[in-house]
């Protein structure tokens, strides 16, 4: 079965760090680009971050960049985000998703359950 | 950057109708326009790509159509589990963006 599972949210201060994980099992991983994707509470989603199938090209939403990483360890099967000087504008559930294709720029195939990150003093 | 303007916002339907939802596009995405549906308390879940594709599994009631800025999603005729939060999503330039959403309630 094809799955992503996110784990690392929680509360966190404004100006704190966290670092969400997701672990992918049932493709190869390899094969495809993974990106994540968030939704604050009661609202719509917003894509966040992407990287391709080597790690080598990464992109990120001008509202994290600078403030957010993305990277992905082919060894564990798994991606991960470092989130940064975080504000409580950040506050939202974070889902993992694959892409489509090998094509960087996607449609999301496959989603994670998502993980709740919420930024408040 | 480019917007993506769905309309209606929420649109009120008895099952057995026909829904058809709009994408507008600030600019040309080609045919690279996705569609999602999203239940409450639930990931999203991917519908139609590349503006007309079906996904893996996806019912056939579930059509889309068009190509540059204005795109639909049909769905034929509504059943219950169909009321939900549709998504478009374009993949022709960074950043990747979503609509807003449409809310197809009964």
């Known amino acids: 079965e094809v799955q992503l599972v996110e784990s690392g949210g929680g509360l966190v201060k404004p100006g704190g760090s966290l670092r969400l994980s997701c672990a992918a099992s049932?493709?190869?991983?390899?094969?495809?680009?993974m990106n994540w994707v968030r939704q604050a509470p009661g609202k719509g989603l917003e894509w966040v971050s992407s990287?391709?199938?080597?790690?080598?090209?990464?992109y990120y939403a001008g509202s994290v960049k600078g403030r957010f990483t993305i990277s992905r360890d082919i060894a564990k099967k798994s991606l991960y985000l470092q989130l940064t000087s975080l504000r409580a504008e950040d506050t939202a559930v974070y889902y993992c998703?694959?892409?489509?294709?090998?094509?960087?720029?996607?449609?999301?195939?496959?989603w994670g359950q998502g993980t709740f990150v919420a930024v408040s003093s | 950057e480019i917007v993506l303007t769905q309309s209606p916002a929420t649109l009120s339907l008895s099952p057995g109708e026909r829904a058809t939802l709009s994408c507008r596009a600030s600019?040309?995405?080609?045919?690279?326009l996705a569609w999602y549906q999203q239940k409450p308390g639930q990931a999203p879940r991917l519908l139609i790509y590349?503006?007309?594709n079906r996904a893996t599994g996806i019912p056939a009631r579930f059509s889309g159509s068009g190509s540059g800025t204005d795109f639909t999603l049909t769905i034929s005729s509504l059943e219950p589990e169909d009321f939900a939060v549709y998504y478009c999503?374009?993949?022709?330039?960074?950043?990747?963006?979503f609509g807003a959403g449409t809310k197809v309630e009964i």
């Open positions: 600019q040309s995405v080609s045919r690279y």
């Open positions: 590349d503006a007309s």
């Open positions: 998703a694959k892409g489509m294709t090998s094509v960087t720029t996607n449609a999301f195939d496959i």
């Open positions: 999503q374009q993949r022709d330039n960074w950043p990747l963006t």
């Open positions: 049932g493709f190869t991983f390899t094969n495809f680009p």
């Open positions: 990287i391709d199938t080597s790690g080598s090209f990464v």
